[in-house]
């Protein structure tokens, strides 16, 4: 297949991403597996509505969205450590072989509403571990210019299957019973199988050891949360999904209180996916004349209306196009999300950041789908969605005090400027702890701009991986201040140095032009050694110093 590089690089009309042939093989595929899980989820939640408890329904999407919560930044951690393609491989493997034992398990007349939820639990396992590596490929597929495109292909293309799928499915169940539901999904995969199996990317190759499992994961959430453009999303993400997380999780019962059957189900879900599918086709020209805020606030606002509206309608008619307006809304919040923070990383931490994304929005829809469940049966569904409205509304007001950043003119490519320094003393890569300073000559005037500019330099240090982060004034030289902090290792001060972006190049100009002294500022590094005895066999305390000649450079 070609790869993004040398596909055409049209980007008119919505549909521009499909110009890329692996996007467009893996986009048409990925809409099937779309559909197949579409099916099975009316299969479960309808059958699950006939052998239990309004709580229980409710459970069957909190069961696919918990292990999302649970999973996902180990996945993301991995997504971003190891091949993305052969985790895809594996995830979507998995979930073939899962949904093929709960269609032989129903067809057997061995499922209980504890089975159902493992096997759906199990395949919502499949899902977390597919999720990170699959949006983080999507940056591998085309290039940057396109990857908002793409993300909202994606949503439009979920949604699409969202439209029809249930319907489908509906008549499946109505026809041939759950099992062929699930049998169907089963089939679904394969086709995805196929062209990833055949996909053959190309990796940059990796010059640094891999991290472990557990340091990517914690390097994952520190990144995040010292990067205020991702922790806004994150804020949003869970408060929205536990509103939003409503509609869907009781509209089961929406359409059984209404006198209907899965087919009229399956028309309440396609309802929802028209809306999103209009939502999506629309989300571009909406970016392009308004800012990424207003767009949420307003959806927002429209789902919250949506939801109120589904909880007290006793029409279907007037229930339908109200689940149309919330899926506009469903897809237009969480697509802004999801590019906002696509956009807001760079390419080494993307799936962690991402995983972190789906586990505060599908942890919201976890906990959501619970607490909906329990209102509904035993203060009612119009009260559960009524509440649920409230929840959405106070998303809404939570963006007048954290809105989404803009990220128009944001490049988080790496500046790739920072070779690694040459040293008297030899060292491995395990060596450590590495202590760094760095002295500047600032004017008094120019103090209170080097402690602004110092305070996005602590921040951008610790988020990629540095500790112990200060800033030191000489009090024989009150000209004289000193940037210090630590790496655990050798290795790990190599990995921080070679994560600046271009947008954190910025920093590094402004404390360079405060810079007054005759010569450039000079970077030392130092070794800790210990004072033991067995220190005397060991080297003594040393550092290097060296000019730090092109601002841009990390130190």
């Known amino acids: 297949m070609t790869a993004p590089e040398t596909a055409p690089r049209v980007r008119t009309g919505a549909l521009a991403p499909l110009n890329h042939p692996i996007f467009r093989a893996v986009w048409i595929t990925s809409l099937a597996t779309n559909f197949g899980g579409l099916i099975q989820s009316v299969g479960a939640a309808w059958m699950m509505s006939s052998i239990a408890s309004a709580q229980m329904v409710a459970l069957v999407q909190a069961s696919i969205t918990l292990p999302i919560m649970l999973l996902s930044l180990a996945a993301g951690a991995l997504a971003d450590t190891v091949d993305r393609r052969k985790i895809m491989l594996a995830a979507q493997t998995f979930m073939l072989l899962v949904s093929a034992g709960l269609s032989v398990m129903t067809y057997l007349g061995l499922i209980t509403p504890w089975v159902l939820l493992g096997f759906t639990f199990l395949i919502g396992c499949g899902v977390a571990f597919n999720g990170p590596a699959w949006q983080a490929s999507v940056g591998d597929m085309v290039p940057r210019e396109d990857l908002a495109g793409a993300v909202t292909l994606n949503s439009m293309g979920f949604n699409l299957a969202r439209s029809v799928g249930p319907a489908i499915g509906g008549m499946i169940v109505a026809a041939a019973g759950a099992a062929a539901a699930f049998a169907v999904n089963a089939a679904s995969y394969i086709g995805l199988l ?282 024989a030289e009150p000209d004289v201040w000193v940037e210090k902090y630590q790496t655990a290792t050798w290795l790990d001060y190599v990995r921080h140095n070679q994560r600046i972006t271009q947008a954190d190049a910025d920093i590094s100009r402004r404390i360079y032009a405060l810079h007054q002294g005759p010569d450039k500022p000079v970077v030392h590094r130092l070794i800790e050694r210990t004072t033991a005895p067995l220190a005397a066999n060991l080297h003594v305390d040393r550092h290097f110093g060296e000019p730090l000649t092109d601002p841009t450079r990390a130190s």
């Open 194 to 475: 196929v062209v990833l199996f055949r996909w053959r990317p190309d990796r940059p190759k990796q010059a640094l050891p891999r991290e472990g499992l557990l340091a990517a994961m914690v390097g994952g959430v520190r990144y995040a949360f010292l990067s205020p453009r991702v922790t806004a999303v994150l804020l949003r993400a869970v408060v929205f999904g536990v509103g939003a997380s409503a509609v869907q999780a009781l509209m089961p019962l929406v359409a059984r209180e209404g006198g209907g059957g899965p087919l009229v189900f399956g028309l309440l879900l396609g309802a929802f996916g028209v809306g999103a599918v209009g939502g999506a086709l629309f989300v571009g020209k909406l970016r392009a004349r308004y800012e990424t805020e207003t767009i949420v606030r307003v959806a927002g606002l429209a789902f919250a209306v949506a939801a109120a509206t589904i909880g007290y309608s006793p029409w279907v008619a007037l229930t339908l196009p109200a689940l149309m307006i919330a899926g506009a809304g469903w897809v237009l919040v969480l697509s802004t999300f999801n590019v906002t923070v696509q956009m807001s990383v760079p390419r080494w931490v993307v799936a962690r950041a991402l995983a972190l994304y789906q586990m505060a929005a599908f942890g919201g829809m976890a906990g959501g789908s619970w607490l909906w469940g329990s209102l509904a049966q035993s203060q009612g569904l119009d009260t559960a969605l009524g509440l649920s409205s409230g929840v959405l509304l106070l998303a809404v007001l939570i963006g007048l005090r954290v809105p989404l950043p803009s990220t128009a003119n944001l490049n988080m490519d790496l500046l790739r400027r920072w070779t690694e320094p040459e040293t008297q003393l030899a060292i491995e890569p395990r060596s450590g702890p590495v202590v760094v300073s760095i002295a500047y000559r600032i004017r008094e005037e120019d103090i209170d701009d080097l402690l602004a500019v110092m305070d996005e330099r602590r921040r951008v240090r610790r988020r990629d991986g540095a500790r112990q982060w200060r800033l030191l004034r000489d009090l």
